[in-house]
């Protein structure tokens, strides 16, 4: 991931205007590629390109990206990266 990508997501998880979360949302880019967001709120954007997906959350101090390939369930990585995320919050992160 670049340090724009990196940017970029922290800008669009914040919740800023015209990311993924205004009223001009825009795709986010993850190691090259452009994924569209399927849904996002106050704590987790979630994203997808084909085959492929990641799952985005934010913490007190910072943000957890999980992705997933063509063989694997969207869901379970929403799972684990949700769980990391609330475990992290609990414990000051």
Known sequence: MTAQEGANIATAIAGSPNTVLGGD???????????LVLRADESCIYLRH???????????????????????????????????????????Y
């Open 25 to 35: 949302a825009m795709p986010l880019t993850l190691q090259g590629v452009k994924f």
């Open 50 to 92: 084909g085959p492929e997906g990641a799952c985005i959350a934010k913490t007190n101090q910072c943000i957890l990206i999980g992705m997933y390939g063509e063989n694997q369930q969207a869901g379970d990585c929403n799972v684990v990266v949700e769980k990391l995320a609330d475990y992290l919050k609990e414990n000051g």
